[in-house]
């Protein structure tokens, strides 16, 4: 049981929502980082806690197989749907929510799947859909909660829960919203939002502004910074390796012959 409840003022007003640190500051190897999440609701309720990066177009190259060899074949723009979706809940949300709600709130790989859009229209296809969801459940931009989350726990005074998170590697830095829903009786009855962001700091900084601007600075420092460290050749083996994958990497066998990396 987590040590929660109510603030010195009195009965707190549902649903309320915190993130310690409200902002992550993110250092050049500063590795994996937590967040906590603190909510509550009613008593009577469960709560459903979502983070989300705002919506953004992503591009990737189309695959299609000629034979043995996988070949790009046009550009797929996906539209619609957040760059980041993280949902939590202490039970399997098709137990808290009807499908309205679900679909309403984008809390499950299938409404998500629905949500997206496609462009060129030609293109789309379900194959399309579900290759775009395991390729962000591969990078842990999306994860659901159609099992319910072991990282809730309950608090010390009715409704009130934390939630411990591992944040993404791999998310960007950007501005989140970490939402809560407060459902009851198979309905969202109410809300609150409050925003989280996610910040390089010192050398980190720097390295993502060469990143963008001075790519052969950037790759230089790298290397050289984590040769410093005492990195080494496991360092440089990896770092080339992704260097050349994101210049024509083959698809994986998960997401092969639909999306690929733009």
Do not use: C, H, K, N
């Given at each position: 049981m987590v040590a929660l409840g109510l603030p010195a003022s009195g009965r707190a007003q549902s649903p309320q929502v915190t993130v310690d640190p409200p902002q992550l500051r993110v250092e050049t190897f500063s590795g994996q980082q937590h967040v906590l999440i603190?909510?509550?609701?009613?008593?009577?309720?469960?709560?459903?806690?979502v983070i989300r990066r705002p919506d953004a177009e992503a591009v990737f190259n189309r695959k299609v197989r000629v034979g043995p060899i996988w070949l790009n074949s046009g550009r797929v723009h996906i539209t619609g749907v957040p760059a980041l979706l993280l949902c939590f809940s202490p039970v399997p949300v098709d137990a808290l929510l009807q499908r309205a709600d679900i679909d309403r709130y984008l809390l499950d790989a299938r409404a998500v799947r629905q949500a997206l859009h496609v462009e060129p229209a030609e293109f789309d296809a379900p194959a399309i859909r579900d290759s775009y969801l395991a390729l962000r459940q591969e990078d842990e931009s999306y994860r659901f909660a159609d099992r319910g989350s072991d990282a809730?726990?309950?608090?010390e005074e009715p409704g009130w829960y934390a939630l411990r998170l591992a944040w993404p590697t791999r998310?960007?830095?950007?501005?989140?919203?970490?939402?809560?829903?407060?459902c009851r009786e198979g309905r969202v009855v109410s809300t609150a939002t409050v925003p989280f962001e996610v910040a390089r700091t010192g050398l980190?900084?720097?390295?993502?502004?060469?990143a963008t601007d001075h790519a052969p600075l950037y790759g230089a420092v790298?290397?050289?910074?984590?040769?410093?460290l005492g990195f080494g050749i496991d360092f440089l083996v990896t770092f080339f390796r992704r260097r050349g994958a994101r210049h024509g990497r083959q698809p994986s066998k998960r997401s092969a012959g639909h999306l690929g990396a733009h």
């Open positions: 603190t909510v509550r609701v009613d008593p009577d309720a469960t709560p459903v806690v809730f726990e309950a608090g998310a960007p830095t950007a501005m989140y919203a970490v939402s809560v829903y407060e980190a900084a720097w390295l993502a502004a060469q790298a290397v050289a910074v984590a040769i410093s």
